[in-house]
């Protein structure tokens, strides 16, 4: 099993920044790809950015140019950097790990963009 403790998640006026973090632990042997989803209320979850162990990184267009994701592969680590943010971008953000054929999930962190 792979346990993923996210935090950085909070509130945040229109045009400001946060930064999300995820670290992954338990039984890591070779993670796949390591990224952020978000669900929006009343909305599916959507993929924002997924890294590959190869070191590419894909970005939903919503975020392209505003958020910046980065993973730390010997801590086991991945973040990502939020710019700009709108109210849109309100969500409970997930980190996700891909391993051996398996998907998980973090708990989520809450992130609220509003003046």
């Known amino acids: 099993q792979v346990q993923l403790v996210e935090s950085g998640g909070g509130l945040v006026q229109p045009g400001g920044s946060l930064r999300l973090s995820c670290a992954a632990s338990?039984?890591?042997?070779?993670?796949?790809?390591m990224g952020w989803y978000r669900q929006a209320p009343g909305k599916q979850r959507e993929l924002v950015a997924v890294?590959?162990?190869?070191?590419?990184?894909n970005y939903a267009d919503s975020v392209r140019g505003r958020f910046t994701a980065s993973r730390d592969n010997a801590k086991n680590t991945v973040h990502l950097q939020m710019n700009s943010l709108h109210p849109e971008d309100t969500a409970v953000y997930y980190c996700?790990?891909?391993?051996?054929?398996?998907?998980?999930w973090g708990q989520g962190t809450q992130v609220t963009v509003s003046s």
């Open positions: 890294l590959t162990s190869g070191g590419t990184t």
């Open positions: 996700y790990v891909h391993q051996l054929g398996r998907g998980y």
């Open positions: 338990g039984s890591i042997f070779r993670i796949d790809f």
